[in-house]
C-alpha cells in the first residue's frame, strides 16, 4: 500500500509551496483538498477493514450458536469459547487504535482467533466421535446394558453391575463378557484417544478374606474388565 508514501510526499509540496513564498488560494486549497481525499481514503480503508473483522466476528458467533443448539449444553468447552469470543469482539473494537500504532498487537488478535477457530475444530471433532459413539452403542441402550454420557468433557460409558457381576464377586458374567467385547469392537475404532476403566459397587458392606471392604472389591472388578 503506497498511500501513506504519497500523502508525505503531498504535504512535503505543500511545505515546499509555502516555503517558496505566497502561494495562490486555488493552489492551497487544491493542496487541502487532495490531503482531504487521502485522508478520506485511508479512514474508508480502516472501516471497511474494521467492518469486515466485524462481520467475521458475527459469522464466528452464529456458528457458536448452532454448535449450542446441537450441543444442547452438554459441553462446558462450548460455554468458554463463548467467553472467549465475547473477550475478542472487545479486542477487536480497538483494532483501528492498534493499526495507527503496532503491527505486534494486531498479530496477536489474529493468532487469538486461530487459536479459537483450532479449539472450534477439536469441539466438533470430539462431538463428532460422540454421536458415531452413541449411534453404535444404540441397540445396547435401547437394551438398558450400557449408558453414556459426557462428563466434564470426557464420555462416559457405564455398565450396570447385575450385568457384569454377581453381588459380591469379581468375575465377570457371561453376558457381561459378552457385553465387554461389544463394547470393545466400537472403542477400538476410535484413535488417538486414553481409556479410563473404573470399578463400582453397591451399597451392600462386604468384609471376606478375599474383599475386606468395597473398595478391594471395586478394584478387582476394574482389574477383571
Not at 457381561?176 to 469392537?185: A, F, M
Request: net charge negative.
Amino acid at each position: 500500500m503506497s498511500r501513506p508514501g504519497f500523502q508525505g510526499l503531498a504535504l512535503a509540496s505543500l511545505i515546499a509551496l509555502a516555503l517558496g513564498g505566497c502561494v495562490k488560494r486555488s493552489t492551497h486549497e487544491a493542496a487541502l483538498a487532495e490531503l482531504n481525499r487521502i485522508h478520506s481514503e485511508q479512514q474508508t480503508m480502516l472501516e471497511g477493514e474494521l467492518a469486515r473483522r466485524e462481520a467475521d466476528v458475527r459469522a464466528r458467533e452464529q456458528r457458536i450458536a448452532e454448535l449450542e443448539e446441537t450441543l444442547g449444553g452438554r459441553n462446558a468447552e462450548v460455554a468458554r469459547l463463548e467467553q472467549e469470543l465475547a473477550g475478542a469482539q472487545v479486542e477487536l473494537a480497538r483494532v483501528q487504535s492498534l493499526l495507527s500504532r503496532q503491527g505486534e498487537q494486531y498479530a496477536e488478535l489474529q493468532e487469538r482467533i486461530l487459536q479459537l477457530s483450532q479449539v472450534e475444530r477439536e469441539i466438533r471433532e470430539r462431538n463428532r466421535i460422540y454421536e458415531d459413539v452413541l449411534y453404535q452403542f444404540r441397540s445396547l441402550i435401547d437394551a438398558g446394558r450400557l449408558s453414556v454420557e459426557i462428563v466434564r468433557g470426557r464420555m462416559v460409558i457405564q455398565l450396570p453391575q447385575d450385568i457384569l457381576f454377581a453381588s459380591g464377586s469379581a468375575t465377570l458374567s457371561a453376558e457381561g463378557r459378552q457385553t465387554l467385547r461389544e463394547v470393545g469392537d466400537v472403542l477400538a475404532g476410535i484413535g488417538d484417544r486414553s481409556f479410563q476403566i473404573e470399578g463400582h459397587t453397591d451399597n451392600v458392606p462386604i468384609a471376606t478374606e478375599r474383599f475386606p471392604s468395597n473398595w478391594e472389591l471395586s478394584s478387582a472388578r476394574a482389574m477383571s474388565v
